[in-house]
């Protein structure tokens, strides 16, 4: 049987990378690999802490930094990533080869796959963060004609835009499991101490900056909302998450900072998902809600409005009209329409196609 690693910062965490890594990992099951996790941290097959975000010396900037990684230690990393490997016949690198948050550690990887079968499965690239502009490491290119790489993207906006930095790349939109069960409203609501007639707001993401909370809190604020943020601060976004929700209660919001029990129950509990984000490399939540029937509230990032285009009727953060009324008169049309779109473009089935298209067309199959 062919093995296939995906390798990663973590993996088997509740990140939209690692959610989608899972998505991944079960489609290549069922095309036939074997498969061995390999990640910095997390619940894996092989454990290489040097993989882990912030593990090096200014880890956020990289090699940028004062402290930059030697060359010596970067080959050594490489080393062992091949002895983590070994025996593989492919690889799936997820996002780390894409954003600096452990660039010696991609440059590692890098090496080590110097001339293999690798697939390098971007979300979101250094260029689409502020932070990381003058990084121009990433992702890394091919310095063999062997052509054993391949560049996959997670939207058509982000593979324009590695065409247009001399990258090929495909693009394969994220998959979601359509024929995951409803959630248990009534427990999860008495869980957390939710009135059967409590209006509740769901915002399912990890707090950082472009996650955009004020806006969320301020449409929470509007609808007359309980507001409920089920993801820790992340990013040194602590301190200002706990501002914020301190003057939400003082405003009078009900404020819920708790996890989910789980993911179907989480939107099971809610009545409707906000994501007013600045900035996503796809969005999963307002697609978890078309799949268990909820309708969402999104912001107008870039790629939103090219999932938009797949024919999805979401309501506009900057317009609560539209919202209020169907809150006041559910038109159950639209979820229906919603979660179509889902089964017709966004499913495990269509993702697990155009992967194994790529892999044919790579002579990849196992």
């Known amino acids: ?3 296939c690693a995906v390798l990663s910062f973590r993996l088997g965490g509740t990140d939209g990378v690692s959610i989608v890594a899972d998505t991944w990992i079960a489609a290549l099951h069922r095309i036939g690999f074997k498969v061995r996790t390999v990640a910095g941290e997390g619940n894996v097959d092989v454990v290489l802490p040097d993989l882990a975000i912030g593990r090096w010396p200014d880890g956020a900037a990289g090699l940028h930094g004062p402290q930059a990684a030697s060359d010596a230690a970067i080959d050594h990393l490489a080393t062992q990533v091949r002895e983590a490997l070994d025996g593989v016949d492919l690889v799936v690198v997820e ?6 948050m452990n660039l010696p550690a991609a440059l590692a990887v890098a090496r080590a796959r110097k001339g293999l079968p690798t697939i390098w499965h ?4 250094a260029w689409q963060r502020d932070r990381y502009s003058d990084v121009t490491e990433l992702p890394p290119q091919e310095s063999t004609p062997s052509g054993q790489w391949r560049h996959v993207t997670i939207n058509e906006l982000t593979c324009q835009q590695f065409a247009d930095r001399g990258f090929d790349a495909t693009t394969i939109y994220n998959g979601f499991d359509v024929h995951t069960p409803l959630g248990d409203r009534g427990r999860e609501r008495a869980r957390l101490g939710f009135a059967e007639d409590e209006l509740v707001m ?6 950082i900056e ?5 806006r969320a809190l301020d449409i929470a604020e509007r609808l007359g909302a309980t507001y409920w943020i089920t993801g820790p601060a992340e990013e040194g976004y602590g301190e200002i998450l706990d501002h914020l929700l301190t003057n939400a209660r003082v405003r009078g919001i009900k404020v819920v900072h708790e996890p989910s029990a789980s993911l179907p129950d989480m939107y099971a509990a809610s009545d409707v998902v906000v994501f007013p984000s600045a900035w996503e490399g796809f969005g999963n939540p307002p697609i978890d809600a078309a799949i268990h029937r909820r309708p969402a509230i999104v912001g107008d990032y870039p790629v939103a409005m090219e ?8 309501f506009d953060a900057d317009d609560l009209e539209g919202i209020n009324a169907w809150i006041r008169n559910p038109d159950l049309a639209l979820l229906d329409h919603n979660r179509a ?3 017709s473009s966004l499913s495990l089935e269509v993702m697990q196609s155009a992967l194994r298209n790529l892999l044919d067309e790579a002579g990849w199959s196992p």
């Open 1 to 3: 049987m062919s093995t």
């Open 122 to 125: 971007h979300h979101d690239p």
């Open 210 to 214: 472009r996650k955009n909370v004020p």
């Open 341 to 343: 779109v889902v089964e």
């Open 202 to 207: 769901v915002h399912p993401v990890r707090a």
């Open 307 to 314: 999932l938009r285009s797949l024919g999805f009727q979401w």
């Open 95 to 100: 996002n780390l080869g894409s954003i600096p």
